[in-house]
């Protein structure tokens, strides 16, 4: 079983729908959560980051941990074109991260 | 511009050359990452080097060898270049070793092995 699953599916939207992104995770020791935004032909920059279960809001990002499932999300309202990314989640433990295999999320306007 | 900046930016080579990629931060970060990203964009860890030390080797065959002549390069040198090499090589850094520090990544280097 990988560390991290990500579905990798491209995922198209509508500019102004609610984008959904998930991962889960296997290693409970895991105890960090991060969600990364990599645009076409660049380096990933870190979007979101939390260590706690709940919810955690910075504008219209939102990021969800469940430890308990192991499973995190992402919510991303009122998208808008440049939204349009691939979107990594990472788990952070043992000194380093693993890293899902990323969505890209395209937004139509 | 303070950032993680690597040269070059694209390399292709023939099968079976020896190539390196540079890596600089100027962020005062202590520790720097080498990340493989496949045509897929899975993002795999292959090294992590803290203060010139080497804490993480993942599992990568030993052509891929890593230098740090100091905390603020890390290098990559790979020897008898094979096809399933081709993919983007990307740097990175973070303020500590730990796991919940952000790290900070650089533009990326294209590989294309022929």
């Known amino acids: 079983q990988k560390e991290v699953e990500q579905d990798p599916g491209p995922l198209s939207v509508p500019e102004g729908a609610i984008v959904s992104l998930n991962c889960t995770y296997s290693?409970?020791?895991?105890?960090?959560f991060m969600w990364y935004r990599q645009y076409s032909r660049k380096g990933p920059e870190l979007l979101m980051y939390?260590?706690?279960?709940g919810n955690k809001e910075d504008g219209r990002f939102t990021a969800q941990v469940d430890k308990s499932s192991k499973y995190i999300s992402l919510f991303i309202r009122d998208s808008q074109p440049s939204d349009s990314a691939t979107y990594l989640c990472?788990?952070?433990?043992?000194?380093?991260?693993?890293f899902g295999k990323g969505n890209q999320v395209v937004v139509i306007p | 511009d303070t950032a993680v900046s690597q040269t070059p930016k694209y390399l292709v080579t023939q099968m079976g050359n020896d190539k390196s990629i540079k890596c600089e931060q100027n962020l005062g970060h202590d520790t720097m990452y080498w990340y493989k990203q496949d045509s897929k964009k899975f993002l795999k860890i292959m090294f992590s080097y803290n203060n010139k030390e080497l804490i993480i080797n993942e599992t990568v065959p030993n052509r891929f060898s890593p230098k740090s002549p100091d905390k603020a390069h890390l290098n990559l040198h790979i020897n008898s270049l094979e096809l399933g090499d081709s993919a983007v090589y990307f740097c990175a850094s973070s303020p500590t070793r730990g796991s919940n520090s952000e790290q900070f990544f650089g533009p990326g280097t294209r590989l294309t092995v022929l």
């Open positions: 290693n409970s020791a895991f105890q960090y």
């Open positions: 939390t260590y706690s279960s």
């Open positions: 990472a788990i952070g433990g043992n000194n380093r991260l693993a």
